[in-house]
């Protein structure tokens, strides 16, 4: 069988990079507002479960709009991506469930999968097709399974990061911060970052910006009355031109619930394609 891997990774592998050109005068710090925000970040990357949506635009694609819900003890969750314009236009899905990872196909893959809708990449990052072919699907996996919320820290980490005023976001009071930073500023500031898990975290965040060629970035959070990220947003210009990207928190600590698709509906590509009995 031969088959189009890239149809099957939504645009949701990008997701990870927000980048933003900086402008203005200088401004100095403001200790209270990076603590505040620094506060809501650790608040927000410790909960259980969340659910949020994305919305903006991305280098290449275009609009996107976004959902994911998210668990982390067992993990699950469920990622859909949306391109409203573009080549790439239309919809797929990501979801973990039982540490297997799957992906829904494009309308164009399906008679070569013998009518399924979904792929299942399997428990591993790293494995083999059936047909030879080596992937690393380990950038998706954890992709699907990140609390963005995490990446608010990054404000807290800017020279002239301050409060802006006070806001409502989808009904909800909250606080808006506001900064820029160079991505070398960021990543030395990544060994007051906590433990080794967040490092990693930041940086493999910074990773994606630095891939786009992004080395500033203007970053917005709005924190709520609970001390949490109510809504994140990085914008500017990568290599590809304009990037904007608002995150948008919907729930903290609610019931999240993702269930596999159906075996009879789902190629496993570590195995031969078998044909669907009709």
């Not at 592998?13 to 507002?33: F, M, N, V, Y």
């Not at 699907?137 to 002239?160: C, I, K, M, T, Y």
């Not at 970052?193 to 930041?202: E, F, I, S």
Request: some cysteine; hydrophobic content about 35%; glycine content about 12%.
């Amino acid at each position: 069988m031969r088959l189009s891997v890239r149809a099957a990774v939504p645009a949701a592998a990008l997701l990870l990079a927000g980048c933003g050109a900086g402008g203005g005068a200088e401004q100095s710090a403001d200790p209270p507002a990076a603590e505040a925000v620094a506060r809501a970040a650790q608040k927000s990357a410790e909960v259980t479960s969340l659910r949020y949506r994305v919305t903006g635009r991305m280098p290449e694609r275009g609009r996107i709009a976004d959902e994911a819900s998210v668990r982390t003890e067992p993990t699950a969750a469920r990622l859909k991506t949306v391109n409203l314009s573009g080549e790439h236009r239309g919809e797929t899905e990501l979801r973990l469930v039982g540490g297997v990872l799957y992906g829904s196909v494009t309308d164009d893959m399906i008679e070569e999968l013998g009518g399924r809708h979904w792929i299942s990449y399997g428990p591993a990052a790293e494995f083999t097709t059936h047909g030879g072919l080596r992937m690393d699907v380990g950038g998706l996996r954890d992709q699907v399974s990140r609390n963005p919320a995490r990446e608010a820290a990054f404000l807290a980490s800017a020279e002239d990061v301050r409060q802006t005023g006070a806001e409502k976001v989808d009904g909800t009071d909250t606080t808006h911060y506001a900064g820029t930073a160079t991505v070398d500023e960021l990543r030395a500031s990544l060994k007051e970052a906590g433990d080794k898990a967040t490092r990693a975290g930041r940086d493999s965040s910074l990773d994606q910006y630095e891939k786009l060629g992004v080395d500033e970035l203007t970053l917005d959070v709005w924190v709520d009355r609970d001390d949490r990220v109510k809504r994140l947003r990085t914008q500017g210009f990568g290599r590809h031109g304009e990037l904007d990207l608002t995150f948008t928190f919907l729930g903290y600590g609610e019931p999240v619930t993702v269930r596999a698709p159906r075996a009879g509906d789902t190629a496993d590509l570590r195995k031969p394609l078998k044909k669907n009995k009709s």
